[in-house]
């Protein structure tokens, strides 16, 4: 495994690190100003605004390489607010199997932020299961539209999503893999309702909503009716990679390094005690342990191998991982942490109960850590299903 930055990656480096200087937010600046400007500058470097896109579709066609610098780089800067559904999730599903009219009619208003998607794949019975889903999709006699009925939850902004990419029934005569058909629609229409779910934080980011005789256009399915499995299976272990943060993470456990020095403790700061010293000592083995995981799928993908089972590993891990540093945060903060609203005591400490609710929710979405754990003994170390 060579994992060295040779002179074209630290050059590539240097170039994303200016860039963000550059254009980072300045005090006073309008935010939605700052925010598409940055994009359109991101998208004259050539495709930055859009990383993970391949060139064919106007991404930068970076070598995995740089895509772990670029990672590494985002995860100390600020960037400008985006929503992963539409950039990260159903564009690369159109791209690789839309047809040309769809990836017209929605990649540029996608790539423009114009347009805000949701994901509806889970539903109050098919969640880890999620083949099991019932949400039914019914065609018209003259072929030309479906008829949607059903329920989704947990499902991500749609209180302010326009569009839905949306996994749908359209055959149950089979395995249940089988007859699942993937739709898009729009989300401001009749027989759509949206109703909130606040989470423990008290925040509100899911729904559940419901479908009653929702009209869709055939030409709004991807792909072929009944292969919607096919198709949502590839966004999954994307997905995956993306939610373990390691990059995120190492930066966040530097930061609360710095903060725990603050907390006083008798002559010394909370650094100082051996019990909070010996939890961050063993977080940071475990976070360098992920990333050397990273890097070794990193060094597979350079030499030309399919992303594998690392996902699984990488979303455990790394879920995890973030899971102890909110946790760790409260507890620098102490007391403080609990505050609601205005902030008392250590500065840092606002937010740090919210943000370590919040953070519960990182091991169940995406796939559970229970069922990444069945994908790690299956696929990695070749474990047998039980016959009981
Ligand atoms: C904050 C949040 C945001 C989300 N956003 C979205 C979204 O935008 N769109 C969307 O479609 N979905 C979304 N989800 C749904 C998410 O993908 C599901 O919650 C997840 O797949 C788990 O499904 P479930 O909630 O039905 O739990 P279940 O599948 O019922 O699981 C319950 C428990 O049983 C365990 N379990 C299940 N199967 C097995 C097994 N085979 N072996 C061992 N243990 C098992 C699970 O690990 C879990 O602990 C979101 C969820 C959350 C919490």
């Not at 630290?10 to 550059?22: G, I, P, Q």
């Not at 670029?70 to 985006?82: G, N, V, Y």
């Not at 740090?352 to 519960?360: E, H, V």
Request: hydrophobic share 40%; net charge neutral; with cysteine.
């Amino acid at each position: 495994m060579d994992i060295e930055l040779g002179p074209e990656d630290l050059a590539f480096r240097e170039d994303v690190r200016s860039f963000f200087a550059e254009n980072a937010h300045k005090a006073g600046e309008d935010y939605n100003v700052w925010r598409l400007d940055w994009f359109k500058k991101a998208r004259d470097k050539g495709g930055w605004d859009v990383p993970k896109w391949s060139a064919e579709f106007g991404g930068p066609g970076w070598t995995p390489t740089q895509h772990y610098i670029w990672e590494q780089e985002t995860a100390q800067a600020t960037l400008p607010w985006d929503m992963p559904f539409g950039i990260g999730m159903i564009a690369p599903i159109i791209m690789a199997h839309g047809n040309e009219e769809q990836q017209e009619r929605f990649l540029p208003d996608i790539r423009g932020r114009k347009v805000n998607w949701c994901q509806g794949y889970s539903e109050p019975g098919a969640g880890s299961d999620l083949a099991a889903l019932k949400t039914k999709a019914v065609l018209s006699d003259d072929g030309t539209y479906y008829t949607v009925n059903g329920t989704k939850i947990w499902t991500t902004m749609a209180q302010i999503a326009d569009w839905i990419f949306c996994l749908t029934r359209t055959d149950d005569s089979g395995i249940k893999q089988e007859g699942i058909t993937f739709l898009l629609f729009p989300m401001k229409q009749e027989g759509i309702e949206v109703k909130p779910i606040i989470t423990l934080g008290g925040a509100h980011s899911v729904n559940m909503v419901h479908f009653t005789d929702v009209k869709v256009p055939v030409e709004n399915r991807i792909g072929a009716e009944g292969k919607g499995w096919t198709y949502a299976k590839g966004l999954l272990q994307h997905e995956r990679t993306g939610l373990a943060g390691i990059s995120r993470s190492i930066v966040a456990l530097e930061n609360l390094k710095k903060q725990a020095s603050t907390v006083k403790r008798g002559n010394g700061s909370l650094m100082d005690e051996p019990t909070f010293r010996a939890k961050v000592a063993e977080l940071e083995i475990d976070l360098m342990a992920s990333e050397f995981t990273e890097l070794r799928s990193l060094a597979s993908a350079s030499a030309g191998s399919a992303p594998g089972p690392e996902s699984s590993i990488l979303k455990l891990k790394g879920t995890e991982i973030q899971q102890r540093i909110a946790k760790l945060t409260v507890e620098a903060g102490g007391i403080y942490s609990a505050a609601w609203g205005k902030p008392v005591g250590h500065k840092f400490a606002k937010g740090g109960m919210g943000g370590y609710l919040a953070s519960r929710a990182f091991t169940i979405y995406g796939g559970a850590s229970e069922v990444q754990k069945d994908v790690i003994a299956k696929n990695v170390l070749g474990l047998k299903r039980s016959s009981k």
